[in-house]
């Protein structure tokens, strides 16, 4: 139906991620967590990539009992992880987040969620594809393209882009 689009599509290069679940028993964590969560930079050569408090943003995404997060590994840093065949390597990104975090204990819930195309990667021929996306579309009136491979990668640029063609609609 629209092959020039598709194959535009194809050409963007995605990061995979591994997303790992876990909800702890406040009692068992040393460390606040009332904020947001956070990152680690590349120098610290981690498995981990970074944590969100879930719990602490969004208090009805766990039982009171409990507090949620997910921890981020792989992305562009490990594009080739496998969470099939990288268990060793989840497991040391769930030890580096419990020993930031002061954790003593097992977590009440566990959970992976594996995202082989999850982070577009913003090549040098990024705009080029972008470019080929634009003219594809051009010969489908009515069809329209919101995502993160478009202008950002986060959820607030996605909604902002989408409030901003609903309105132009």
């Known amino acids: 139906m629209a092959p020039e689009l598709a194959r535009a599509l194809l050409r963007i290069p995605y990061a995979p991620m591994i997303l790992l679940h876990l909800a702890y028993e406040p009692g068992l964590i040393e460390q606040a967590v009332d904020g947001f969560g956070f990152l680690v930079p590349p120098k610290e050569n981690t498995a981990l990539l970074g944590a969100i408090w879930n719990s602490g943003i969004f ?14 590994v792989g992305g562009a840093r490990q594009p080739d992880l496998d969470p099939k065949a990288s268990k060793t390597h989840i497991n ?7 020993k930031i975090m002061g954790i003593q204990g097992e977590p009440a819930f566990q959970d992976l969620t594996y995202w082989k195309y999850a982070i577009p990667q913003y090549s040098m021929k990024h705009p080029e594809i972008l470019a080929e996306i634009a003219s594809a579309q051009e010969a489908l009136p009515n ?19 989408a409030k901003k063609l609903a309105e132009s609609l």
């Open 59 to 72: 208090s009805d995404r766990s039982p009171k009992d409990q507090k949620l997060f997910t921890l981020f």
């Open 92 to 98: 040391q990104a769930q030890t580096e987040y419990e």
């Open 143 to 161: 069809f329209h393209l919101i995502g993160n491979f478009i202008q950002g990668v986060s959820v607030g640029d996605c909604v902002a882009r």
